[in-house]
C-alpha cells in the first residue's frame, strides 16, 4: 500500500486552492489533508494535522508566505515547504530560499511539473521551475572561486544550487554516487553548513553559478 504525502495547500485565492486541491487529489500518492487562505492559518492547521509538505503562495493576507515560511522552519521544521508564486524576481526567490523554502515554483508550471516538485521536495530534494532558476541564476557574474574549497567540490555545489540529486550529479560528472555523497559532506563540513538550502544560498552569494 503507498503511503500517501499528507499536504497542505495555501492560497488566498479560493479558485486556485479548489483547482489544485482537485488536479493533486488524482494522483495516488498524494493526500490533500486541508487547505488554508493564509500563512496564519496556514500553521494551526499543520500544528494540528501534522502535513508532510506545505504548498504555499508567497502573497497572502494576515501573514504572507515569507513570514510563514520562517515560523515553519523554527516552530515545525520537519515539514517541507514548497512556495507556489507569480513572482519570478531574483532577490524575492532569494529571500524565500534564505527563509528556508525547500523549492520554488512559478504559477504559469503544468500540474505534471508541481506534481514532480512535491515528490522532490518530500523526497529531501530541492525544486525550482525553469523560470524560477532563470531568475536565479541568469546574468550571474564569473564563479569567485572560494580558497577553501576544490575544484570538484565547487562543481558538486554548482550542481547542488540548481537542484540536482547525487544520481544525477554523479552522471553530470561522470564520478560515483559514493563520491558526490563525500564531497556533499565534505561541503557542509568545511562551510559547516547542513541543508541543500544553505548550499544554495552559499553558491548564490558567493558567485558560484555559471
Partial sequence: M???IRVLLVDDHMLVLDGLQA??????????IATASNGLEALEKAK???PDLVVMDVSMPVLNGLEATKRFKA???NVKILMLSMHHDKEYILSLI??????YVLKDVSSEELVQAINTVHQGGTYFSSGASDSLFS???????????TKREVAVL???AVGLSNKEIAQSLSISVRTVETHRQNLKNKL?????????????EHQLID
Fill in 2 to 4: 503507498i503511503k500517501k
Fill in 23 to 32: 488536479r493533486l487529489e488524482m494522483e495516488d500518492n498524494l493526500d490533500i
Fill in 48 to 50: 494540528a494535522l501534522k
Fill in 75 to 77: 516552530e515545525q521544521p
Fill in 98 to 103: 534564505q527563509s528556508g523554502a525547500n523549492g
Fill in 139 to 149: 546574468q550571474a557574474p564569473s564563479p569567485k572561486q572560494c580558497e577553501e574549497l
Fill in 158 to 160: 554548482k550542481e547542488v
Fill in 192 to 204: 559547516n553548513i547542513h541543508t541543500s538550502a544553505g548550499l544554495i544560498k552559499y553558491a548564490l
